[in-house]
């Protein structure tokens, strides 16, 4: 069962869905029919987790999937419809080798600074332009210092674009990247990876709980 209890979705300023409520029973097939505007996308975007609730909500089985990643969302209803045992992860998640950036770094470099470099140096070397790798100090360093708060919220905490980090749109010291430290990071992530999947292949089953229904 997919509920959605007095959704309001908007693009900034401009609100989309306007408090709508909508139920689809396990096993029908529910048709969104409207004009252009209407709010068919929106609709599909919020259940998907591409677009932040404003208010309401969006029940699945009963679970509330308000602030989930898509992947998240996906791997709920793997798990609730089809009884799969469902990871979601995202690369940096899976952690980097120990002391392989300055602390600094790792948390102010996040647009094209020393290890997003270094990687592209390790997988596509030819696309990087060696005399254009310089030390772009962001402005998140600056405000984490000047406002705690907010810049404990990190360099993805509020809407930015690009230059708001530095004028030339990166965000942190590439001089410090390399092909060398970019395989390292690759083969570390790799090798966490297989882990995962050994990890999840060598789960019991037998401890996971009972279906929505009842059934084991």
Known sequence: MLEINNLKVGYGAVLALKGI????????????????GAGKTTTLKSILGLLPIMEGDIYLQGESLKGLATAQIVARHLRIRHRMLVASCLWPQLGLPEGILPPDELRFGIHAGALETALVQAIRPELVRADRLARFDPTTRERAARAPVLGGLGATGFGWMAQDLHPSGAAGDATLASAELGRSVLDHVAGRLLALVRELRDQPLGELGPGPLGRG
Not at 21 to 36: M, Q, T, W
């Open 21 to 36: 409520d909508l139920s689809v029973p396990a096993g029908e097939i529910v048709c969104l029919i409207g004009p252009n």
